[in-house]
């Protein structure tokens, strides 16, 4: 005798599945026949190796030629094609265009060692107000003997201001530094920013530091 199942139009519950209670229920053929059909549809709708079905999950996720098409057909997900894809591309420029925020990076690096007092760098500057976010940076081999200190300069002004500690620090053996939110938080237009060399490692005085800029706009 076939019993009923829900699934895999809907999930079964204690009802179509037959729930009993010890010592209280009368077994009937449904409590087994049921549970035995909702196990067939389980096993009907995962698919055995090299299914055929294509309702089965083994033929849409292993068929090579006919599964996994994105073609708007039942079950097949939404359809996924040229004109959707350009949709999305024009959507997310959009929002670009009209208020998300856009972030870049500007790199300032040296080779070799700095002596205390010089620009360690050629300056940059470019034509776009913007927000400073993060300054890192890094130094291929660490100062050692003392610590080794740069500033950073936008025109005249330290980013950091008088907050000499939260400038670029390198403790003995250190090679990497990181530290948001600068005092100076905005870079005007053409400004010219320059790498300034406070103190270097009295035995090695550090080697090769590069400086990264995180910006928005």
Do not use: C
């Amino acid at each position: 005798m076939a019993g009923v199942t829900n699934f895999p139009t809907a999930l079964d519950d204690d009802t179509s599945l037959g729930d009993v209670t010890d010592g209280t229920s009368t077994l009937l053929d449904e409590h087994h026949n049921n549970p035995k059909e909702a196990i067939k549809a389980i096993e009907a709708k995962i698919g055995i190796f090299g299914s055929n079905a294509p309702t089965s999950l083994d033929y849409r996720i292993g068929n090579p030629t006919n599964s996994h098409r994105h073609d708007g057909a039942s079950g097949q997900g939404r359809v996924i094609n040229a004109t959707t894809i350009t949709g999305l591309v024009e959507a997310v420029a959009s929002a670009v265009a009209t208020g998300g925020v856009r972030r870049f990076t500007e790199n300032l690096s040296y080779r070799g060692s700095a002596g205390v007092g010089s620009n360690v760098t050629a300056p940059i500057a470019f034509g776009r107000t913007a927000q400073i976010e993060n300054v890192s940076a890094v130094l291929r081999r660490g100062p050692s003997g003392a610590t080794a200190a740069f500033k950073v300069l936008i025109g005249p002004t330290n980013i950091w201001g008088a907050s000499v500690g939260l400038g670029i620090r390198f403790a003995p053996g250190a090679t990497r530094y990181g530290q948001a939110s600068p005092n100076l938080t905005t870079y005007p237009s053409g400004a010219i920013i320059t790498l300034d060399t406070e103190a270097v490692g009295s035995n090695d005085p550090g080697q090769d530091l590069s400086v990264v800029f995180v910006f928005r706009d």
